[in-house]
């Protein structure tokens, strides 16, 4: 059973329980695998390019930036964790490189 996930909105007035709290949507996990072999080696700045752009949108809107879980993962001669698993709004991708 999945736990809800919760979100501390504001204090109530006059109302001393504690902060009004509402549901989160659920958490949707991306995982993006990036192809990281020699062969991508000339596309590298499109691929930078766009996962920056893709963080950007995410962030965009407040919901999505708090219900989507972003994994980044390249693969070539070997797999490698290059970010994550972290929510869209803190996800703040760097530049990569690949050794192919």
């Known amino acids: 059973m ?6 501390q909105t504001s204090w109530v007035s006059g109302d001393c329980s504690g902060p009004a709290v509402e549901p989160l949507p659920p ?3 991306l995982h993006l695998v990036i ?3 020699g062969s ?3 596309s ?12 950007v ?5 407040a919901i999505t930036a708090d219900s989507i879980d972003i994994t980044l993962i390249s693969f070539g001669g070997t797999v ?6 972290t929510l869209a709004r803190d996800f703040r991708p760097r ?6």
């Open 57 to 61: 949108a995410l962030r965009q809107d």
């Open 40 to 42: 991508m080696c000339d």
């Open 27 to 29: 958490l949707v996990r």
């Open 44 to 55: 590298i700045d499109a691929v930078n390019d766009g996962i920056a752009m893709l963080a």
């Open 2 to 7: 999945e736990r809800k996930r919760l979100r």
């Open 80 to 85: 490698e964790l290059l970010a994550g698993p």
């Open 35 to 37: 192809d990281g072999s």
């Open 95 to 100: 530049s990569y490189t690949w050794s192919g």
